[in-house]
């Protein structure tokens, strides 16, 4: 069963924009909080940013702070990763994930995260 799915990923120079976009086909989404995760080849994955189930509350990863932006839209049941001033070191492949939560704050591990896309490809070109 596919209940989220990813998209928006591709081929972007360095100092560039992305937005990557999730598809939630999940009942009661707004009781989830929603993550965006990366893993580039030879690495372990990462956590990259959070948001809260009711979207008012987020947390990055340093290296992401201040230039990318996570967001949540329970009416559409979608999560979005807006990446700015892309680096080669963004490189990896991206996948969204959904967590039941039972507090409306930000996750700050991959804990719980149960449920995941497939994931989309992001390629930073120097």
């Known amino acids: 069963q596919v209940q989220l799915v990813e998209s928006g990923g591709g081929l972007v120079q360095a100092g560039g924009s992305l937005v990557l976009s999730c598809a939630a086909s999940?009942?009661?989404?707004?009781?989830?909080?929603m993550g965006w995760f990366r893993q580039a080849p030879g690495k372990e994955r990462e956590l990259v940013a959070t948001?809260?189930?009711?979207?008012?509350?987020?947390y990055y990863a340093d290296s992401v702070k201040g230039r990318f932006v996570i967001s949540k839209d329970n009416t559409k049941r979608m999560s979005y990763l807006q990446m700015t001033n892309a680096k080669p070191e963004d490189t990896a492949l991206y996948y969204c994930?959904?967590?039941?939560?039972?507090?409306?704050?930000?996750?700050?591990?991959?804990?719980?995260?149960?449920?995941w896309g497939q994931g989309t490809q992001v390629t930073v070109s120097s």
């Open positions: 999940l009942r009661s989404y707004g009781s989830y909080a």
């Open positions: 948001i809260s189930r009711s979207a008012g509350d987020s």
């Open positions: 994930a959904a967590r039941w939560y039972d507090f409306d704050y930000a996750p700050r591990s991959s804990s719980g995260f149960d449920v």
